[in-house]
């Protein structure tokens, strides 16, 4: 079973960048396809983008296209999200999440996914 702890988020301007990490623990991290997701009160929470266990497939929602990019690098168990060109609607609490892979595919609905982290505030002022 695998752990998800995230990290990066904070308090940024509109246009600036963050970089979410997400460290897995506990299980063989490339045997998971992992992604991102955020929520913010009172909605669902909100697919951003995945990425396959290789790493050769992603995907990820229209709305950051071109602003976010999700990777992970299996030898440190980690997967990140560059988020540049912030907007204030960009604002949510970001979870990072894993399922076990079957092939090397993404996966875009939340009920894929076994594991979660606990999340990590992303704010961004305008």
């Known amino acids: 079973q695998v752990q998800l702890v995230e990290s990066g988020g904070g308090l940024v301007r509109a246009g600036g960048s963050l970089r979410l990490s997400c460290a897995a623990s506990g299980g063989t991290f490339r045997m998971y396809a992992v992604g991102w997701f955020r929520q913010t009160p009172g909605k669902e929470r909100e697919f951003v983008a995945a990425?396959?266990?290789?790493?050769?497939?992603?995907y990820s929602t229209d709305s950051v296209k071109g602003r976010f990019t999700i990777s992970r690098d299996n030898a440190k168990n980690t997967e990140y999200l560059q988020m540049n060109s912030l907007k204030p609607e960009d604002t949510a609490v970001y979870y990072c999440?894993?399922?076990?892979?079957?092939?090397?595919?993404?996966?875009?609905?939340?009920?894929?996914?076994?594991?979660w982290g606990q999340g990590t505030q992303v704010t961004v002022s305008s």
């Open positions: 999440a894993a399922r076990r892979r079957y092939n090397d595919r993404t996966y875009t609905n939340s009920n894929d996914y076994d594991y």
């Open positions: 990425i396959s266990w290789s790493g050769l497939n992603t």
